[in-house]
């Protein structure tokens, strides 16, 4: 029987190992410049680990790391490089199957892979227990939770990723989401001390109608056509939303019904006041239902969301970007994230 270093030489050997693509100016990452180099001297000769500073480098990363044929994807970073990260890997696989994909966290928000159940800690510690489970992966293979990703795309991207409308990603929303992520992203550093704060001073401020919540939840007017050919009609809506995750931040599970149906995810047409939509905060939290004459709700495998204005604004796991509408969600791919390492 091999001892625990000659299997690891020859997993090296013959296995194509991990792939680690480090975002260097997500949160926790920034605040330690020598994160990259304690990942890749505890990688050693079990992968590599890739800088992506731009979308540009993101997509050469994805192309080396293709023709390397790796075994699992890492990624450090947050929500947002999750997202970005995946949507690269998937447009640059043109339809392959993906790694299986190892969120490092490395973010100030890891909404993603607290919903999944990835194990909290720091990057180093993730990864060491990833390469553990890697080597072990023979007699052990890694445990991993399919989830299907959203993908979207407008008729015309005004902030695509490199020249392509198309994003992928777990979550995704208009109205006050883009207004409570423009508030929090004022308000200094993001971090999830920040982000309660933005919320604490966001209730506070539509209890007495204050200039804050005017800005956080400025109505999105539009329309939504479901896949099977139901229509939700022209209005306000304080936000129009859904996920293949039930988490979108601080713990609040607004989608309860992410895994009712294979290949749909959930969406919700938020039609409530703020003040109403505020009383209904500690049901969200725990995963409940609102009040049913307050949201609109289904579990499609597409939905068009169309609006009399110009452009449409919204946030694909925690970032926010613009397109001219309609903006198109359907059922992306299947991705298989690591976790229980």
């Known amino acids: 029987m091999l001892d625990a270093g000659d299997q690891s030489a020859q997993l090296s050997l013959f296995m194509p190992g991990i792939g680690v693509v480090f975002n260097p100016r997500s949160g926790r990452n920034l605040r330690d410049p020598s994160a990259a180099k304690k990942l890749a001297r505890m990688l050693g000769d079990h992968g590599e680990v890739r800088q992506a500073r731009s979308i540009d480098e993101l997509y050469r990363v994805a192309e080396d790391f293709r023709s390397m044929d790796i075994d699992v994807l890492g990624i450090s970073g947050g929500d947002g490089t999750n997202g970005v990260t995946i949507t690269g890997f998937i447009n640059v696989y043109q339809g392959n199957a993906l790694p299986q994909i190892a969120f490092l966290r490395g973010g100030t928000m890891n909404t993603i892979a607290n919903s999944v159940g990835v194990r909290r800690g720091p990057p180093e510690g993730l990864l060491n227990r ?161 009040k049913a004459s307050y949201t609109y709700d289904a579990t499609p495998s597409a939905a068009i969301i169309r609006s009399p204005r110009k452009t449409i604004q919204y946030m694909v796991d925690g970032d926010l970007h613009t397109c001219t509408g309609p903006l198109y969600v359907e059922t992306g791919p299947t991705v298989r994230i690591v976790i229980g390492t």
């Not at 198309?166 to 993001?190: A, D, M, Q, W």
């Not at 936000?239 to 919700?268: K, M, V």
């Open 130 to 290: 990833l390469i553990r489970a890697y080597v072990a992966r023979a007699s052990r293979p890694l445990c991993d939770a399919p989830r299907h990703v959203m993908r979207l795309r407008g008729d015309k991207g005004l902030s695509g990723l490199h020249g392509l409308s198309h994003k992928y990603g777990f979550l995704f929303g208009t109205g006050v989401i883009c207004g409570f992520l423009s508030e929090y992203y004022r308000n200094g550093p993001p971090n999830p001390v920040v982000a309660a704060k933005t919320l604490a001073y966001g209730i506070g401020s539509a209890m007495v109608g204050g200039k804050t919540i005017a800005r956080m939840a400025a109505p999105f007017r539009g329309e939504v056509e479901l896949g099977n050919g139901g229509m939700w009609p022209e209005r306000d809506y304080l936000a129009i939303a859904g996920g293949t995750i039930d988490q979108i931040g601080l713990n609040f599970r607004p989608f309860y019904r992410y895994r009712e149906r294979p290949g749909t995810f959930h969406l919700l047409g938020i039609h409530t006041k703020a003040i109403p939509f505020v009383g209904q905060l500690p049901r969200i939290w725990r995963g409940l239902p609102m």
